[in-house]
């Protein structure tokens, strides 16, 4: 069974870090592009960034480019998101995704973890 | 970035009856492959979004054949021929062809 456990969340004071982590299981990581993808209080879902199965390619939302940095560690099968100089419009829930095409027809977000909520406020 | 946009964004439907959500883009989803490049995603109350329909019209593993989804470009629609209660939540297409991938504004759907 696939599972995808993010991890890290929590409140953070507008400026500061936080890294989430999301731990894959029940599939083969290093095979996949993974994503993350955030939802604020109440709102839809955005895009955020992706990575492609070796780490070499990465992509980003304009709104957290330069501050947002995304990583994996295919020998831990984990995802991570690396998040600096935070503002409340960060604030949400955020889902690792893994794109289920390994073909590069898609991205198709087959699988999302649970999400973890990240608040920024002082 | 390409714009998704919904409608409508709130459908009380009876049980037993259909439902229709249309999305457009502000530019072609249509790859050069000939696959549109459009998904659908449902988001239970309380639970984390799930695929739904993948390149427009290809449901995903699991979801019953009263999904059915269509379109081509800049046109999409996603229907159910008869809601069921489990249908609840809010339904939101995505364009997987240009980057930043974007999401509509999402259709809230529930049962009268």
């Known amino acids: 069974e696939v599972q995808l456990v993010e991890s890290g969340g929590g409140l953070v004071q507008p400026g500061g870090s936080l890294r989430l982590s999301c731990a894959a299981s029940g599939f083969t990581f290093g095979s996949h592009w993974m994503h993350w993808v955030r939802q604020g209080p109440g709102m839809g879902l955005v895009w955020v960034s992706r990575i492609n199965p070796d780490g070499s390619i990465t992509s980003y939302a304009d709104s957290v480019r330069g501050r947002f940095t995304i990583s994996r560690d295919n020998a831990r099968n984990t995802l991570y998101l690396q998040m600096n100089s935070l503002r409340a419009e960060d604030t949400g829930v955020y889902y690792c995704?893994?794109?289920?095409?390994?073909?590069?027809?898609?991205?198709?977000?087959?699988?999302w973890g649970p999400g973890i909520l990240v608040t920024v406020s002082s | 970035d390409t714009v998704m946009t919904q409608s409508p964004l709130s459908l009380p439907v009876s049980p037993g009856e259909p439902a229709s959500i249309s999305c457009r883009s502000s530019q072609s989803l249509l790859g050069r492959n000939g696959y549109n490049y459009l998904d659908w995603y449902l988001q239970k109350p309380g639970q984390s979004p799930q695929l739904l329909m993948y390149w427009g019209s290809n449901r995903a593993s699991g979801v019953p054949d009263r999904f059915s989804g269509s379109g081509s470009g800049t046109d999409f629609t996603l229907k159910i021929s008869r809601v069921e209660a489990e249908d609840v939540g809010v339904y939101y297409c995505?364009?997987?062809?240009?980057?930043?991938?974007?999401f509509g504004q999402g259709t809230k759907l529930d049962i009268k």
């Open positions: 995704a893994r794109d289920v095409t390994l073909a590069g027809t898609g991205p198709h977000f087959g699988n």
């Open positions: 995505m364009q997987a062809l240009h980057i930043p991938y974007t």
